[in-house]
């Protein structure tokens, strides 16, 4: 006699969707700062997001690092784990927050030879205005060793 498949009673979501998604860290929790920045910089406009750490990788990346990540049709911001943190200040990683956040209400455009482009001028005009963006500029060129292998 074979085996029957079950059907599943409840619909499958895609695979980003069934990841455990936690926005508490050990030294961090970035839905307090994504609050904390949504009402100072966004008049609390980005509504339905969910922000969590990333997963975990068994080896650091060689050559670039990225700190966060948006998706937009899923309303995930994802910030790299390794931020989470002692020696990482808390408005670097509220920097690296906000910039993501910026990507929900800055438009992408396309240049002339139809290459998207999603760090505008506007887009960089906007980042400019966190309160410690040229402290932020700096201290990730200082520290950005510390992140690669």
Same mark, same amino acid.
């Given at each position: 006699? @074979?085996?029957?498949?079950?059907? %599943?009673?409840?619909? =499958?979501?895609?695979?980003? =969707?069934? %990841? #455990?998604?936690?926005? !508490? @860290?050990?030294?961090?929790? %970035?839905? /307090?700062?994504?609050?904390?920045?949504?009402?100072?910089?966004?008049?609390? /406009?980005? &509504?339905?997001?969910?922000?969590?750490? @990333?997963?975990?990788?068994?080896?650091?990346?060689?050559?670039?690092?990225?700190?966060?990540?948006?998706?937009?049709?899923?309303?995930?911001?994802?910030?790299?784990?390794?931020?989470?943190?002692?020696?990482?200040?808390?408005?670097?990683? !509220?920097?690296?927050?906000?910039?993501?956040? %910026?990507?929900?209400?800055?438009? #992408? #455009?396309?240049? /002339?030879?139809?290459?998207?482009?999603?760090?505008?001028?506007?887009?960089?005009? &906007?980042?400019?205005?966190?309160?410690?963006?040229? &402290?932020?500029?700096?201290? !990730?060129? #200082?520290?950005?060793?510390?992140?690669?292998?």
């Amino acid at each position: 006699m @074979g085996t029957r498949k079950r059907k %599943l009673s409840v619909k =499958r979501l895609p695979v980003q =969707r069934q %990841l #455990e998604l936690s926005h !508490e @860290g050990q030294y961090f929790d %970035l839905r /307090a700062l994504f609050d904390k920045l949504n009402a100072e910089y966004f008049n609390g /406009a980005l &509504r339905g997001y969910t922000i969590t750490w @990333g997963r975990k990788r068994r080896l650091p990346p060689k050559e670039y690092f990225v700190f966060g990540t948006i998706q937009e049709e899923d309303r995930i911001i994802r910030i790299h784990p390794l931020l989470d943190a002692p020696f990482v200040p808390t408005w670097f990683l !509220e920097y690296v927050i906000y910039h993501e956040m %910026l990507h929900a209400v800055v438009p #992408e #455009e396309e240049d /002339a030879t139809g290459r998207r482009r999603i760090h505008t001028d506007e887009f960089y005009r &906007r980042e400019q205005r966190f309160h410690c963006y040229q &402290r932020a500029r700096r201290w !990730e060129d #200082e520290n950005l060793d510390r992140f690669l292998r």
